[in-house]
T-cell receptor
Framework: DQQVKQNSPSLSVQEGRISILNCDYTNSMFDYFLWYKKYPAEGPTFLISISSIKDKNEDGRFTVFLNKSAKHLSLHIVPSQPGDSAVYFCAATDGAGSYQLTFGKGTKLSVIP | DAGVIQSPRHEVTEMGQEVTLRCKPISGHNSLFWYRQTMMRGLELLIYFNNNVPIDDSGMPEDRFSAKMPNASFSTLKIQPSEPRDSAVYFC????????????FGAGSRLTVL
């Protein structure tokens, strides 16, 4: 049973436009969420996180939104750049200090020049 | 720092053979993780070490898998005997215990068991 779901395996966006990557979770114990980005032949790299006490966290072009009642979060990239083309993983855990991450299967973003 | 270093990057072996994957974490990181990535199951945590001590090995699939961390700068994941269903990408990651879920991953070891 997948507790973290990324229902879109892939997404294509024009350069300069907004990319929206979605993630749903089922476990009510999850209260801290992270996004990782992965380029081919490399390991995932940490991108941004959000605690359940917030509904938004912003870092430059990247913003994560959390809707606790819907058990849904999304990553917005504005404006999208070709270098953003990668696989994005959503991850969830039951505490900001917890090591137990549950990952989604990822969404492959392609930003078209 | 060169980041988390894994070797080998690619390994092709035959069923029944022993496989050893190696990892050098980032200096100063006191938490080390082994993850496995497959198409079916995505990224799964196999084992977690803190200060060289295994804390959580509940993700290790079976007794054929073992992991060690003899010192703060080296860890191994061993599969003996290997089976075709072990084919996957194995990632090592490290972090500071204070930010245990902000992981720095290595580039991974792609294992193919024929």
């Amino acid at each position: 049973d997948q507790q973290v779901k990324q229902n879109s395996p892939s997404l294509s966006v024009q350069e300069g436009r907004i990319s929206i990557l979605n993630c749903d979770y089922t476990n009510s114990m999850f209260d801290y969420f992270l996004w990782y980005k992965k380029y081919p032949a490399e390991g995932p790299t940490f991108l941004i996180s959000i605690s359940s006490i917030k509904d938004k966290n912003e870092d430059g072009r990247f913003t994560v939104f959390l809707n606790k009642s819907a058990k849904h979060l999304s990553l917005h990239i504005v404006p999208s750049q070709p270098g953003d083309s990668a696989v994005y993983f959503c991850a969830a855990t039951d505490g900001a200090g917890s090591y137990q991450l549950t990952f989604g299967k990822g969404t492959k973003l392609s930003v078209i020049p | 720092d060169a980041g988390v270093i894994q070797s080998p990057r690619h390994e092709v072996t035959e069923m029944g053979q022993e496989v050893t994957l190696r990892c050098k974490p980032i200096s100063g990181h006191n938490s080390l993780f082994w993850y496995r990535q497959t198409m079916m199951r995505g990224l799964e945590l196999l084992i977690y070490f803190n200060n060289n001590v295994p804390i959580d090995d509940s993700g290790m699939p079976e007794d054929r898998f073992s992991a060690k961390m003899p010192n703060a700068s080296f860890s191994t994941l061993k599969i003996q005997p290997s089976e075709p269903r072990d084919s996957a990408v194995y990632f090592c990651a490290s972090s500071l215990a204070s930010r245990a879920n902000v992981l720095t991953f290595g580039a991974g070891s792609r294992l193919t068991v024929l």
